[in-house]
């Protein structure tokens, strides 16, 4: 077995998600990432974790230290992996690249992931209505829609959101902040979906089109509207 580690060899494959592990006993810690069981529990919120140190990690954000700091920009961070991740973003360098259509990545996570989208294979299933995902982040996030729950309140209006990356792009509607530029005609917007709908302005591109009648607009909400 030990031999193995000197070969690079990942002879044991998780039949749920085809992932490959180095030794048996990785795998078999694995496999409860599959499962609801969560032995370690958060005696402050009760969160469950697979693995203890899932958990002494955790703990961590019961606190306010921020103890990793970006020299750049003097962002913190909770961990060191954290900080590491958060650099790329600071570089150009994409060493993960995709030979199936060049695209290429900061991070081999993200990297994985993108290549099961050149697959059939949709290994994260919700078992509520059956929709299928390339990542368990991906079935995470969805979950969070067969529930009413919206625990991110803008303290402004009140209005709730199930993710805290919505509510941080809610917050700049009432901002004067348009970080998003279009590069033809200069003009700011608060959001990324609403320059990416603008953009079609630029390419008098009308992709959404009726089914009744044919016509074609530039807008999803025109075709409503229609």
Known sequence: VHMRSHTGGL?????????DFRHESNLKLHLHSHTDDRP?????????FLYKSGLHSHMLT????????CEICNKSFLYTGILKNHLLSHSDIRPFQCEICNKDFRQKH???????SHTDSDPFKCEICNKAFLSNCGL???????????????????KSFLYKGS??????THSDIRP???????????CKDSLKTHMLTHKGSCQFKCEICN???????SVRTH
């Open 167 to 172: 509510l941080k792009t809610h917050l700049l």
């Open 180 to 190: 998003f530029k279009c590069e033809i005609c200069n003009k700011v917007f608060n």
């Open 40 to 48: 370690f529990k958060c005696e402050l919120c009760n969160k469950g």
């Open 62 to 69: 019961h606190t306010d230290s921020r103890p990793f700091i």
């Open 11 to 19: 002879p044991f494959k998780c039949e749920i998600c085809n992932k």
């Open 110 to 116: 993200y990297f994985k992931e993108h290549l099961r």
């Open 215 to 221: 016509k074609s607009f530039r807008h999803k909400s």
């Open 140 to 158: 995470k996030s969805h979950f969070l829609t067969h529930s009413e729950s919206r625990s991110f309140i803008c303290e402004i209006c009140n």
